[in-house]
């Protein structure tokens, strides 16, 4: 068995951001129209009046700030509330694989590696822009890497899921180098017309690199000391977009075929969930909460994070403990906590604990325990 190090990361950020009030100005644009539209429903009492969103719930409620989106036209046109995009044709590479080379190009060069040298290559994200051949095969071509891609999808998990892939592969031998890729173009799926959730997400793309730590030239590394998975089935956070739909007849824009969730039972049971996750593969490793330097959780809610670590401290978090970037970067699926990791790490000192944790849809959690070397 090989000692296995992430020796790597990169961040693509899109070129657009939404700010809370820009955000809530489209949305109750929309709620005008569809209110004058169906005025003589409301009247009558058929049909009922929508509500207008707001910033100040959106900030208590959530802790976002702003979101970056890949593409912003279309997102704040009241009568589309959905990114304008043009079909690439299949010569020309597509965009996901377009921001997951960007973010593993950033994460090569931070691990000091090329492609060539990687020989395993996993696309792991919430949605995939089609059925196949894999994303991470066309990434995997696009940096002349080697070996062999898949794709993967554990929604908010998924990163932490495939670092687990890429841990055991590298452990045991059956790769060196291997690159875990997570474009999120949440603005794709997401439902922009529901008030209830209109917030929550942002587009990103993040790489790790998780190599044999006896090959690892990167001046920054952190020994995976362990992974951990669980998942248990919940229909809290669903998305009924699949293959079967056309099938089925459905209707291709109804309501369940974008991203729905019950965000207070999410909150509730997901919270404890990540908690006793944490604390029992600490346990496994020896390790308590207290002995963790820093925590990178998943990004989803604010008062959810300082309610995992209080759970598990004991105390209100302090300082840095559990850094967030979803104020800037508001919920971003499965990069969240690596977002985290990729921009609060570099002030920690060799021989620093940390734990980076998703928690999501699934439900679904995944850790990762990483010292500095
Ligand atoms: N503006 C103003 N008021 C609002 C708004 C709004 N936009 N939305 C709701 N309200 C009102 C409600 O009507 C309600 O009013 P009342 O009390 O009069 O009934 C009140 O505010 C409270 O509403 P909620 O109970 O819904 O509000 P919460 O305090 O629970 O906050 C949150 C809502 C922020 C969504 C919160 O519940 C939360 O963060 N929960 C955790 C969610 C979570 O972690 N989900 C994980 C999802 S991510 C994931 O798994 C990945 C999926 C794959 C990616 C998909 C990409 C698209």
């Known amino acids: 068995m090989h000692s296995v190090v992430i020796s790597g990361t990169g961040l693509y950020q899109p070129p657009y951001t939404i700010s809370n009030a820009e955000l809530v100005d489209i949305f109750n644009r ?9 005025a003589g429903e409301i009247a009558a009492g058929t049909r009922p009046a929508l ?33 304008r995009l043009t079909e690439r044709p299949d010569d020309q590479l597509s965009l996901m694989a377009e921001i997951g080379v960007d973010a593993a190009q950033k994460a090569l060069a931070a691990a000091g590696r090329t492609g060539a040298q990687v020989d395993a290559v996993l696309c792991a994200a919430s949605n995939m822009q089609r059925a196949y051949p894999a994303m991470a095969v066309e990434i995997q071509q696009a940096l002349g890497a080697g070996g062999y891609g898949f794709d993967m999808n554990v929604a908010c998990s998924s990163a932490t899921f495939a670092i687990e892939q890429a841990v055991n592969a590298v452990r045991t031998g059956s790769a060196r180098c291997v690159l875990v890729v997570s474009p999120e173009i949440t603005s794709g799926h997401h439902a922009w017309r529901d008030r209830d959730c209109h917030f929550i997400f942002g587009d990103v793309c993040t790489a790790v690199i998780v190599e044999r730590a006896d090959d690892a030239t990167s001046p920054d590394q952190w020994e995976v000391l362990g992974t951990r998975l669980v998942t248990q089935f919940s229909n809290n956070i669903r998305n009924n977009f699949g293959f079967l739909n056309r099938a089925e007849d459905s209707d291709p824009d109804a309501r369940d075929k974008t991203f729905r969730q ?8 997901v919270v404890p969930m990540a908690a006793a996750h944490i604390e029992s593969h600490l346990a496994a490793l020896e390790q308590s909460p207290s002995a963790v330097r820093r925590f990178w959780l998943h990004q989803a809610n604010q008062s959810m994070n300082d309610l995992i670590v209080r759970k598990m401290l004991g105390t209100q978090p302090h300082g840095d403990v559990a850094p967030l970037i979803l104020d800037e970067f508001a919920n971003t699926a499965s990069a969240g906590s690596i977002i985290a990791f990729h921009r609060h790490r570099a002030d920690l000192a060799a021989g620093d604990l940390g734990v980076i944790c998703s928690f999501g849809a699934g439900y679904s959690v995944g850790s990762v325990v990483v010292r500095k070397r």
């Open 51 to 83: 509500p207008y969103s707001s910033v100040e719930f959106i900030e208590k409620a959530s802790g976002i700030q702003q979101r970056y989106v890949i593409e912003k036209s279309g997102l704040m046109d009241p009568a589309r509330m959905c990114p």
């Open 30 to 38: 929309y709620v005008d129209e569809q209110n004058t539209l169906h």
């Open 262 to 269: 019950e965000g207070r039972k999410v909150f509730k049971e």
